[in-house]
């Protein structure tokens, strides 16, 4: 039996994601977590094949939750599952260790699919994925913006948007000056000097706004 921890900060999510794991004969559900300390906390106490974990959780959001189960449990196969589009975190995912990255979008087979190859060790890579990870891997070197954590990369987004620190601060639900120094991390991992030229550098590499 395939023993998986299901973190997600939405109920109705994790509720679909627990009927779809009750329909399949070898896969139990064996816990939940709703924020990304008790994911990592969870995935810490055992008992556990296989972390279906999405992106956009409170406290810790799940690339950092990934990055530390990927340091801290090695051996534990983590399945992304986000409502991102795949050309934006997917390639991200799988570069930081993750055993697949699913859209929410997918369908159930689909999923169940992907945790039992994560379980049995192999990646689960759909076709999209698989063509965004070979142009990545044909460049001679990764854009900028992709030295960007998961956070700045969201604040990157809405500042590529137009909205003022301010605005940002009240959507991400943070301090204005978290957001300001965000900001400066982004400028300088890019390299760009202003919001103008940020925007623009969005626009050169089709990421879309939040």
Same mark, same amino acid.
């Given at each position: 039996?395939?023993?998986?921890? =299901?973190?997600?900060? @939405?109920?109705?999510? !994790?509720?679909?994601?627990?009927?779809?794991?009750?329909?399949?004969?070898?896969?139990?559900? $064996?816990?939940?977590?709703?924020?990304?300390?008790?994911?990592?906390?969870?995935?810490?106490?055992?008992?556990?094949?296989?972390?279906?974990?999405?992106?956009?959780?409170?406290?810790?959001?799940?690339?950092?939750?990934?990055?530390?189960?990927?340091?801290? *449990? +090695?051996? %534990? +196969?983590?399945?992304? %599952?986000?409502? /991102?589009?795949?050309?934006?975190?997917?390639? &991200?995912?799988?570069?930081?260790?993750?055993?697949?990255?699913?859209?929410?979008?997918?369908?159930?087979?689909?999923?169940?699919?992907?945790? &039992?190859?994560? $379980?049995?060790? &192999? *990646?689960?890579?759909? +076709?999209?994925?698989?063509?965004?990870? $070979?142009?990545?891997?044909?460049? +001679?070197?990764?854009?900028?913006?992709?030295? %960007?954590? @998961?956070?700045?990369?969201?604040?990157?987004?809405? *500042?590529?948007?137009? &909205?003022?620190?301010?605005?940002?601060?009240?959507?991400?639900?943070?301090?204005?000056?978290? =957001?300001?120094? /965000? !900001?400066?991390?982004? *400028?300088?991992?890019?390299?760009?000097?202003?919001? =103008?030229?940020?925007?623009?550098?969005? =626009?050169? @590499?089709?990421?879309?706004?939040?």
């Amino acid at each position: 039996m395939i023993r998986v921890l =299901v973190c997600d900060d @939405h109920q109705i999510v !994790r509720e679909g994601i627990r009927q779809i794991l009750a329909d399949a004969s070898d896969v139990a559900l $064996a816990g939940e977590a709703a924020n990304g300390a008790d994911a990592l906390a969870r995935a810490r106490a055992g008992g556990i094949d296989v972390v279906l974990l999405d992106i956009a959780m409170p406290q810790r959001d799940g690339l950092d939750v990934l990055k530390q189960l990927r340091a801290q *449990l +090695p051996e %534990l +196969p983590v399945l992304v %599952l986000s409502t /991102y589009p795949d050309r934006q975190y997917a390639v &991200r995912c799988l570069k930081l260790g993750a055993a697949g990255y699913l859209n929410k979008s997918a369908d159930s087979e689909q999923l169940v699919e992907a945790i &039992r190859r994560a $379980a049995s060790g &192999r *990646l689960f890579i759909t +076709p999209a994925v698989a063509e965004l990870l $070979a142009g990545a891997l044909g460049e +001679p070197e990764a854009p900028l913006h992709e030295r %960007l954590s @998961h956070r700045e990369y969201q604040v990157f987004r809405q *500042l590529a948007a137009g &909205r003022s620190v301010g605005e940002i601060a009240e959507a991400l639900h943070i301090a204005p000056n978290t =957001v300001s120094t /965000y !900001r400066a991390r982004i *400028l300088d991992k890019t390299g760009v000097r202003n919001d =103008v030229e940020l925007a623009l550098y969005a =626009v050169r @590499h089709d990421i879309a706004a939040m």
